[in-house]
């Protein structure tokens, strides 16, 4: 069994910043990738950011470009969404996905890949 558990959501006013942190723990052996996505209210589920753990590189979504930025952490299966400048269309249920290593070529973008998937943590910016 392997469990995926977000955290760090909360209320903040426009302009704001948070920080959500995603643990991945259990029976995994290696991890290829972790990525964040969210789904606003009526919406469907969109990609936001993704961290390889092969060579460290990191892809945005457009619209949080310069104003996210995903890290890890090198010792432990967890990663890092830092949020600053946030505005209400950020408001949305923010899912941590998590992708085992040997599956070979994905597209880190799309939601199939991912193996592992948290519950969700809800980040809401409103004044």
């Known amino acids: 069994q392997v469990q995926v558990v977000e955290s760090g959501g909360g209320l903040v006013q426009p302009g704001g910043s948070l920080r959500l942190s995603c643990a991945a723990s259990?029976?995994?052996?290696?991890?290829?990738?972790m990525a964040w996505f969210r789904q606003a209210p009526g919406k469907e589920r969109e990609f936001v950011a993704v961290?390889?753990?092969?060579?460290?590189?990191?892809y945005y979504e457009d619209s949080v470009k310069g104003r996210f930025t995903m890290s890890r952490d090198n010792a432990k299966n967890t990663a890092h969404l830092q949020m600053i400048n946030l505005k209400p269309e950020d408001t949305a249920v923010y899912f941590c996905?998590?992708?085992?290593?040997?599956?070979?070529?994905?597209?880190?973008?799309?939601?199939?890949?991912?193996?592992?998937w948290g519950h969700g943590t809800q980040v809401t910016v409103s004044a």
């Open positions: 259990g029976s995994i052996v290696s991890i290829d990738a």
């Open positions: 996905a998590v992708r085992r290593s040997g599956g070979g070529y994905y597209n880190p973008m799309s939601q199939t890949p991912y193996d592992y």
């Open positions: 961290r390889s753990w092969n060579d460290e590189s990191t």
